[in-house]
């Protein structure tokens, strides 16, 4: 079965560094790979999403994620965090094989400093 | 176009009690997914409807049930709450193809006492 993991449960930034969220997930081919964002008392986001082609994704608010097969890992940044960045990001799976089940990771919240 | 929507936004039950939680699919999507959402166990996945049938179902017991109505509408059913049952239960709609997005709507908050 296939598994998604955030091994940081909260980072702190200050307001314009980069920021880098790790991801590693367990499938045994190549998944659908996705980054959802998710404020206080909303829905999630989606962020970005990576399906095939192109290993560096681009996606909304200034965010890209890039895939790498050899380290099963889909890692998110952005090159300069902003105030309203702060929020819990999840990483998700999705199975190739039609269903619209996704396996999310146990989120990360950002903390920005000002 | 108009997001997903959730109705109700935060519903208090009682333990032994039943609840129906709905949501609103973006026009044009055929699929509907659940997720229970705690601090606990995070996001998990409760079932997916397309077309009305049922596609997908997580790991959850047989107290919770959904359904999908001919217009894509979709209602969770849970009977028999628990205190555990407390969650913020968020619907994702899609339009159903293999690997296609999934909106989601802002959830609702049940809370069992």
């Known amino acids: 079965a296939q598994s998604v993991t955030q091994p940081d449960i909260h980072i702190t930034v200050s307001e314009g560094a980069s920021l880098e969220l790790r991801c590693n997930y367990s499938?045994?081919?190549?998944?659908?790979l996705f980054w959802y964002v998710q404020s206080p008392g909303q829905g999630l986001q989606l962020l970005l999403k990576?399906?095939?082609?192109?290993?560096l994704v681009q996606g909304i608010k200034g965010f890209e994620a890039e895939f790498k097969r050899s380290q099963s890992s889909f890692n998110l940044r952005k090159p300069s965090v902003h105030w309203s960045d702060a929020a819990e990001y999840f990483c998700?799976?999705?199975?190739?094989?039609?269903?619209?089940?996704?396996?999310f990771g146990q989120g990360t919240r950002l903390t920005i400093n000002p | 176009k108009a997001g997903v929507t959730q109705t109700p936004r935060y519903l208090i039950k009682t333990r032994g009690q039943q609840v129906t939680l709905s949501c609103s699919p973006i026009?044009?999507?055929?699929?509907v997914s659940w997720y229970q959402q705690t601090p606990g166990q995070g996001l998990q996945f409760l079932f997916e409807?397309?077309?009305?049938?049922?596609?997908n179902k997580g790991n959850f017991p047989g107290r919770f049930s959904g359904r999908q109505f001919s217009n894509s509408r979709s209602e969770m059913n849970v009977s028999t709450l628990e205190l555990g049952d407390s969650a913020l239960y968020l619907c994702?709609?899609?339009?159903?193809?293999?690997?296609?997005?999934?909106?989601f709507g802002p959830g609702t908050r049940l809370t069992v006492t």
């Open positions: 026009s044009g999507h055929r699929s």
């Open positions: 990576y399906f095939s082609g192109d290993t």
């Open positions: 998700a799976v999705g199975v190739p094989q039609g269903a619209q089940k996704l396996v």
């Open positions: 499938y045994g081919a190549t998944p659908y």
């Open positions: 409807y397309f077309s009305e049938t049922q596609r």
């Open positions: 994702a709609s899609s339009l159903g193809d293999q690997g296609s997005e999934q909106y």
